[in-house]
């Protein structure tokens, strides 16, 4: 294991978050204190309580979650996806380091950067909404999983994509839709029979009542189930990788 190749990059990666600190922090937090503000206090003072748990602070846990899949995508995808458009790809495909090394390098920063981001995000709700932390162990555990499976399918998309636009397009125009719709203002409980089944082919809705469990102990779905669709997601993003590396999709071309 080349130790050294894995900190160079994950150091080069953490060193472009301080340089764009109004990109990578201020941005998101802000736009989340908006939904507290707007969800949180405005709209939720009027709205009742769900699993008796107030409107305000049962958002929480999905408007967190939001940041947190956005921001891993958005993290990974954006730091592979300029080593191929400046072509310092090849530098680093052909440096002794293994594709593991590579993935771990900028995976890893990925993941620490939406951590850090969702602490964030967390300390700031408590000037908006008063909540509490059931099981503070899965919820920084969730925290991290879903940081790095969602930064391991950035890192995909960043392969994948072929121009700046094709970027957002994942995460604007399919992330954000399943998070407003997996149970971020509500519970699928709520809603008519047909729907409930229908929300369960939704991934996030396993993510984010995984997350909500660990906070108050109430979940749409059961939470072993939580646990083990977002391990089968991070499987499956890492064959993705693999067979990416092995094939050299839009790597060597």
Known sequence: MNLYGIRAIYNFEMARMKRTVM???LSPVISTCLYFVVFGSAIGSRMGDIDNIAYGAYIIPGLVM???????????SFGIYMPKFSGTIYEVLSAPVSYVEVVLGYVGAAATKSVILGL???ATARFFVDYH????????????LTSITFSLFGFIIGIWADGFEKLQIVPMMIVTPLVFLGG????????????QTI???????????GFRW?????????????????????????????????TGYRLRS
């Open 214 to 246: 660990a906070f108050y102990g109430v979940s749409d779905v059961h939470i072993a189930i939580s646990v083990g669709m977002t391990l089968v997601f991070l499987t499956a993003c890492m064959v993705g990788i693999w067979w990416i590396f092995k």
């Open 199 to 209: 929300s369960l082919f939704n991934p996030v809705v396993y993510l984010i009542s």
């Open 133 to 144: 932390v059931l099981h503070p162990f899965w919820m920084f555990s969730f925290l991290v």
């Open 184 to 195: 971020t203002f509500y519970s699928i409980d709520m809603l008519p029979e047909i729907w």
């Open 120 to 122: 964030i995000i967390l």
């Open 23 to 25: 990109q990578s922090v």
């Open 66 to 76: 939001l940041s947190l899949l956005m921001q891993s995508i958005s993290n990974a």
